[in-house]
């Protein structure tokens, strides 16, 4: 039996950069004169396409995940042609999860229905805060309400899962601030939030200013409460965690494309700076978009590197990834010393083994990385 296969696209344009963002992005002055284009990159998308088809041979695509960079910003169009060429490859397995994210300044009720007459069946809309002045800091673009005004527009042109993406402990957020942050996302009847500590990244402009004493480093301690009032709110509202940083309110409206990369999945990644994986050989593409196109263009593999992971690196991932999840980590899948470690951490209150598995308590959720330390090197978390 084959895993699940999923296909990552990667949209590498944005309108601005954030000052936090670390991700493969470009804006159309850094690409200026490059003839980077959207159009030329959904050309070059396609070659790599039928490249990975050949590559891969029949099988069917479980799920398909639209990344960036900003989506919504080239339009419904380019993005169902990409699904539209997905389809007509490899074929979507049925009951296929279709997602796209997208940044609320750029989709309209016009975009999100042009998205479901494409056969998209989830959308992640990045909406950070609902506080100006923490996405002032943060340098988004939309306005606060803006976000909850889309999510509502992509329920109502039938998208059949809406998440919202949250970000917390951004320098100058208060309680208040994410208090109403998360009755925003409430309000917006979303069925998936997705919930993320900030973290400065060297060389983004965050970074440069912290390094100036400008900003203040996130704290820790406030990271920790600030998850912790996160959780305690979706859970009264009829969302369960599944992963350390994502509620759903049912099993179907988890992130399955997502649940591909913790569980081991197959991935095939399209796009400037894509990542796949295939049966633990993992490479990735050139960054630049113009790079990216002009490789496709001459007929040659736009692979910038590759790596065939040791079965130590997998057993490594398998119990980092697994652990964050609420389904928890098989304990087979440790040595007598993992084993040893686990129930020490039980007795520390931050795992509950259960059935033959590991569940992170929430105490074990906020110390998820010694946790994992502990049981690959069997010793005390």
Known sequence: MLPPFGIYVHVPFCAARCGYCDFNTYTASELAGSGASPDGWLAAVLRELDRAAATVGPRAVDTVFIG???????????????????????????????????????????FFAGLVDAG????SLGMQSAAPHVLRVLERRHTPGRAVAAAREARA??????????????????????RASLNAVLEAGVDHVSAYSLIVEDGTAMARKVSRGELPMPDDDV????????????AAAGFTWYEVSNWATTAEAGCRHNLGYWLDGDWWGLGPGAHSHLAGTRWWNVKHPARYAAALAAGDTPEADREVLTEDERQ??????????????????????????????????LLVLDGGSAVLTRQG???????????LAGAPA
């Open 68 to 110: 960036g960079g900003t989506p919504s910003l080239i339009g419904a169009e380019r993005l169902g042609a990409v699904l539209s060429a997905i389809r007509s490859t490899f074929g979507l397995a049925p009951g296929a999860e279709v997602t796209t994210e997208s940044n609320p300044e750029s989709t309209s009720p016009e």
């Open 120 to 123: 998209f069946t989830r959308v």
């Open 157 to 178: 042109a039938g998208l059949a899962h809406v998440n919202l993406d949250l970000i917390y402990s951004t320098p100058g957020e208060t309680d208040d601030d994410l």
């Open 223 to 234: 990271a920790a409460a600030r998850y912790e009032m996160i959780d305690d709110r979706l």
């Open 316 to 349: 490594m991932e398998r119990v980092m990834l697994r652990l964050r999840l609420a389904s928890g980590l098989p304990l087979d899948l440790l040595d007598d010393a993992g084993r040893a470690a686990a129930s020490r951490a039980a007795d520390d209150g």
């Open 365 to 375: 959720r906020l110390l998820a990385d010694g946790v994992v330390h502990a049981l």
